[in-house]
């Protein structure tokens, strides 16, 4: 029982080490890998081996994958370069199966002195997210050499050898168990490992060892399927298309089964353990895999565009469209994912803010309705992108990205709040102006008409300072917030002089007019607060706008 026990113990520490590493790796190269996968698919070759870098590096087919589909999902990348891409990752994966296949026990201490010291002491740091990384590693190669010590004394219990008898004449079987042991433990790298090892120890038969293999590679593939079985058709073509070329190779390999007895005798003495021939087994399959299929990623890609058509949209557009579910399992991703959709928020907080001026001028009541209820739009995008980021691990975000977050946060605050107030705003023209039938001066109409348009403006250039997070734009938008308290003041005071001069169209607006001044102002602040993020990161502010108390006086 203590043996089962430390055996299971060293499966979870293995399971573990490959989280870690796989997370690790996206904290420190995170949006880089998404650049390489973007910028490396124009053909088919350059595609499979950016697959296969990034994939040796986060040790996740299924990490890939993902990514991959929220690309093409976005229309960013081709469905027959995602296949390509895949085909790829699945080498990169097996590869790293080889490489942990050897003696590495030495190394085992040393990765995980070197990787807790760096992680303790700069825990925050770029340092520190390669210190998880080494800790990770060291724990993959722990595990190993406690899953052999461990399934020595378990080889001479008759039940363990009853249970197993079954396995090298149940290929199926073997697959399947194979497939559902890479599902549970979301990583098709442990299973493999840890059959090899098993096999190694001679608790598995190594056709039984070979089968089980073969199902942790289906599993990989049924494992993006699940992880996107909620995303659109486009994000669910690059899984799918990777599961059909593995299930082809499996049902290949099936028919040469039978004949792998013979074949194992033939090639036993070119391997020194069955450790080594299972890794090697499992790389020489998924090389064969993108030997074979490379050249069918194009029809494929056709066909599955074909089967998995993106539906028009029906309905209201003003819904979430980029908070892709499936991103969350790469935080990096899902930053981007967010900041698309807050932008979306901010499309629709400007055809509001456009739809003012036009309210004010032709006294459209229908338009105004319209308008108000685009503000309930506005919050439902702030409630999914708030909800959808406090989904994301803050852990497992670089310091960048996670300032990235926060301007998020502040992003989508200020565009609810801009929205909330244009939605007054158009009561208030509604119940004072339309129903009343009451008309601006045309000295007062001109003003108003230059303070929406600086407001339009500022709002496409607080998106571009969102979006780019450029310095000197944010400066710009800045001092276009002090420029316009200037001009609400100077607005007000002529107001007031075309009342003393007895205007009757300012006498009858007086109230709207200065609270309309007013609110484009404290809209134009909600705009302006976008720059701060900008500005504080690049220590440009100061604490406070008061003068010097010697200074005052």
């Known amino acids: 029982m203590q043996h089962l026990l430390n055996l299971l113990a060293a499966i979870a520490l293995l399971v573990w080490g490959t989280h870690t590493v796989r997370t690790g790796i996206l904290r420190v190269l995170g949006e880089d890998l998404r650049r390489v996968l973007k910028r490396s698919v124009d053909n088919r070759l350059t595609a499979m081996i950016a697959g296969f870098g990034v994939t040796g590096l986060v040790q996740s087919s299924t990490a890939t994958c993902l990514i991959v589909s929220s690309f093409v999902g976005q229309g960013l990348v081709a469905t027959a370069a995602g296949l390509a891409v895949m085909l790829g990752a699945d080498m990169g994966s097996s590869m790293m199966a080889v490489v942990f296949s050897f003696d590495l026990s030495w190394l085992s201490p040393l990765l995980i002195v070197v990787g807790v010291f760096l992680f303790t002491s700069r825990q925050n740091s770029t340092a520190g997210r390669i210190g998880r990384v080494l800790i990770g590693l060291g724990l993959i190669t722990l595990a190993l050499q406690l899953i052999v010590s461990n399934t020595r004394p378990l080889t001479q219990s008759p039940l363990v050898q009853n249970l197993l008898a079954a396995l090298p004449n149940e290929v199926l079987l073997d697959i399947l168990v194979g497939a559902v042991l890479t599902v549970l433990s979301y990583s098709s790298l442990a299973i493999v490992l840890l059959t090899a090892a098993l096999a190694s120890s001679g608790i598995l038969p190594l056709t039984a060892a070979l089968g089980l293999v073969l199902g942790a590679n289906m599993g990989s593939g049924f494992l993006a399927m699940l992880s996107t079985a909620k995303s659109g058709p486009a994000e669910r073509r690059v899984p799918m298309g990777n599961l059909i070329f593995k299930a082809v190779g499996c049902s290949l390999m099936l028919i040469l089964m039978p004949y792998m007895p013979l074949l194992l005798k033939t090639v036993t003495d070119y391997f020194p353990s069955p450790l080594s021939l299972v890794v090697s087994f ?112 803050r852990e497992a975000l670089s310091e960048r990205e996670g300032r990235r ?47 929406h348009e600086r407001l339009v403006s500022n709002l496409r250039l607080g998106m571009s300072v969102f979006l780019n997070g450029d310095l000197r734009d944010a400066r710009k938008l800045l001092e276009e917030k002090a420029h316009f308290r200037e001009l609400e003041r100077e607005y007000a005071t002529t107001h007031l002089n075309r009342l003393q001069d007895n205007t009757p169209e300012s006498i009858g607006t007086s109230s709207l007019h200065i609270d309309l001044i007013s609110d484009l102002k404290r809209i134009n602040s909600h705009i302006c607060s976008i720059a701060y993020p900008i500005l504080e990161a690049a220590g440009v502010l100061s604490k406070t706008r008061l003068k010097a108390p010697d200074a005052a006086l």
């Open 282 to 393: 499992h790389l020489l399959f998924n090389v064969m895999l993108a030997i074979t299929f490379i050249g069918f990623t194009q029809l494929l890609g056709k066909r599955l565009e074909a089967w998995m058509p993106v539906p028009v949209k029906k309905g209201p557009v003003n819904r979430p469209q980029h908070l892709d579910p499936t991103a969350l399992a790469t935080p990096s991703l899902a930053i981007s994912c967010a900041a698309r959709e807050a932008l979306h928020q901010a499309d629709v907080v400007e055809t509001m803010l456009r739809g003012i001026i036009t309210v004010i001028r032709t006294n459209d009541l229908v338009l105004a309705e319209e308008l108000r209820k685009q503000d309930d739009t506005v919050d439902e995008l702030y409630s999914a992108i708030k909800f959808y980021l406090t989904q994301i691990s």
């Open 405 to 451: 977050w926060t301007d998020i946060v502040s992003f989508t605050i200020n565009m609810e709040q801009v929205g909330d107030s244009i939605e007054r705003v158009l009561q208030d023209v509604e119940d004072k102006k339309i129903r009343k039938g009451r008309n601006f001066s045309d000295a007062g109409m001109a003003e108003i008409c230059h303070l």
